[in-house]
């Protein structure tokens, strides 16, 4: 069996298992707030492009509303990735590069987790690599192949990009890191600007910015106010050096230790191997758009400089971004595709020349990566090897206990609406509570309140904080068809007459319990204590695993609904 093949059939297995597992725990709150998106289509959403939401939609057309429906193609986008992967290392570096670059990505904790979670990063991954080998692809075309071979390489990389665009906004750097590609390395710098194929890659990737452009302006521009507030850039610069510091140590644990550090390793190695021609790009001799063309460099110089192109952009941005607040680790993740294979060419090379040590250094990281992988499916393992081990500071645990406390809820509002003699409605702290609800309640639990609500509302609020500001919730007032016209003089309108215009609202009188998964909240949001009569602690549950608490759960009745002032 050669490595090609050996490569295949690990890379098929580890699928096959992943499969197998991605059923057997609960659904994240992000994943289960996508699958509401996904229940009502739409050309963009409050923080995303519509792609996670299609995706999951046609898992769960397939599958069923169920953890596999909504996470199947989790597995089969890492192993699309795994292969695009494999084919960019194979075309820059070898064969056996490629081989240990599939290894080293399939080892990685933060890559084992995207597998098996159905979220943005899956989507966002996958089509990041697909330009990044697409773009290889048609590089070697233009100098081997027919040009139409080669436009048909730099479309599929536009695909890639407007696709990458609508799962994940910040996929959109590629196209920087494209145009720094054929700045960079002089010999594409003086031909591939004069031919069609770049200028098709960005047409057909600016395609993907027509459906949120569309769907912002009709809504407020909400999400580029959001991703200002996420990144902390709505606020007055200032630096903070802890943010920073903070921001790459969390890098040392999504990615392993020591795969990190050999990642890290391998970015000045390959910025020597570049050899930066930085300077020729504003030289007085090359300051022409188009200058003539040049030899060819050396090969293992044009390979760094690809490979680096396609991570150092997205790395300076999230880099500036953590100067005030530190970001998530998982941002970065698609940078880190194109350094793997830098970093395995540099570590390839290195066993050469020091075997024993480079190679028992290589084999601690991969094992210690595989651990922590095998860990990220199960982490209560190291429970139960005597490791005490909070729930709140583990990550994993999102993935637990949901469908106890939806049966918790369900109960609760059958008990209550049996002594009131009354239906009441649900109200949840946080979208992710009320997503969770909304997929593990069942039977009369679930009902919808009218058509078109979602089963579980938020507190009312004249602020965008989530999707659920554009669907219905309990304080709209539903307008009357037929209503009589409002009165030529505003003086004379009388409280019937705009009564009569705009409706009643039907949860006027009702009650409702508020929900609340925060340990430190002890009572209702003020906005909802406003709106109704009085709120009162009806029940308090402690979920517990393995001997140690999960989450705490608090419930408030809050009786006789007469909406909030404004």
Not at 425 to 454: C, K, M, S, V, W
Request: aromatic share 14%; glycine share 6%; proline share 6%.
């Amino acid at each position: 069996m050669t490595a090609r093949h050996a490569t295949l059939l690990f890379l098929f297995l580890l699928t096959a298992l992943r499969l197998a597992c991605i059923g057997r725990f609960e659904l994240s709150p992000d994943e289960a707030y996508y699958q509401m998106w996904s229940e009502r289509l739409d050309w963009a959403y409050f923080s995303k492009g519509p792609g996670v939401a299609v995706a999951i939609r046609a898992g769960t057309a397939i599958f069923g509303v169920n953890e596999f429906g909504v996470r199947v193609w989790s597995p089969l986008l890492a192993l699309g990735t795994s292969l695009l992967l494999y084919g960019v290392a194979r075309r820059t570096y070898g064969g056996s590069v490629a081989t240990w670059t599939v290894l080293l990505l399939n080892l990685t904790p933060l890559f084992t987790a995207g597998s098996l979670l159905m979220t943005i990063d899956a989507l966002s991954i996958f089509f990041w690599t697909l330009t990044l080998y697409a773009v290889r692809r048609a590089l070697n075309a233009e100098r081997v192949a027919t040009a139409g071979q080669a436009l048909a390489w730099w479309a599929l990389g536009g695909v890639g990009l407007a696709l990458g665009f609508l799962s994940k906004y910040t996929n959109a750097v590629e196209l920087a890191s494209v145009a720094l590609v054929l700045l960079w390395v002089p010999r594409w710098r003086a031909v591939m600007w004069r031919r069609p194929g770049i200028y098709v890659l960005t047409f057909l990737g600016l395609l993907g910015v027509i459906p949120p452009f569309l769907w912002n302006r009709d809504h407020a521009w909400v999400t580029l106010g959001h991703l200002s507030a996420r990144g902390n850039l709505d606020t007055p610069f200032e630096w903070n050096i802890w943010e920073p510091v903070r921001f790459w140590l969390a890098h040392f644990g999504v990615y392993s230790p020591l795969i990190f550090l050999c990642i890290l390793i391998a970015l000045p190695w390959g910025w020597r191997r570049a050899r930066l021609p930085v300077r020729s790009l504003f030289s007085k001799r090359r300051r022409a758009m188009f200058p003539r063309p040049r030899p060819p460099l050396d090969l293992d110089g044009e390979n760094a400089r690809f490979l680096l192109a396609f991570s150092l952009p997205l790395l300076a941005m999230y880099g500036f971004v953590s100067l005030k607040t530190a970001g998530e680790p998982n941002w970065t993740a698609p940078a880190f595709l194109s350094l793997s294979v830098l970093a395995t060419m540099l570590w390839h090379e290195r066993s050469r020349a020091r075997r024993k040590t480079v190679a028992r250094f290589c084999v601690a990281a991969l094992v210690l990566g595989a651990v922590l992988s095998l860990l990220v499916l199960d982490t209560d393992a190291l429970r139960q090897a005597g490791f005490r081990w909070a729930y709140r500071r583990d990550p994993t645990s999102r993935l637990y206990g949901w469908r106890t406390l939806a049966g918790t809820v369900a109960d609760l509002r059958a008990r209550t609406e049996k002594e009131t003699g009354a239906p009441v409605f649900l109200i949840a702290n946080r979208y992710q509570l009320a997503a969770e609800l909304h997929f593990y309640l069942t039977g009369d639990a679930a009902r919808i309140e009218r058509p078109g609500h979602p089963p579980v509302y938020l507190p009312e609020s004249q602020e965008f904080h989530s999707q659920f500001s554009f669907w219905p919730g309990y304080d709209e007032i539903p307008a009357v068809e037929n209503a009589p016209p409002l009165p030529a003089d505003d003086r004379e309108m009388t409280s019937e007459a705009e009564f009569a215009r705009v409706g009643k609202n039907p949860f006027a009188g009702r009650s409702a319990l508020f929900i609340t998964d925060n340990e430190r909240q002890n009572r209702p949001a003020s906005s909802v204590e406003s709106g109704f009569e009085h709120c009162d602690l009806l029940a308090t549950y402690e979920l517990r695993r393995r001997g140690l608490p999960l989450r705490i759960l608090r419930v408030f009745l809050c009786t006789n609904y007469q909406g909030a002032p404004l």
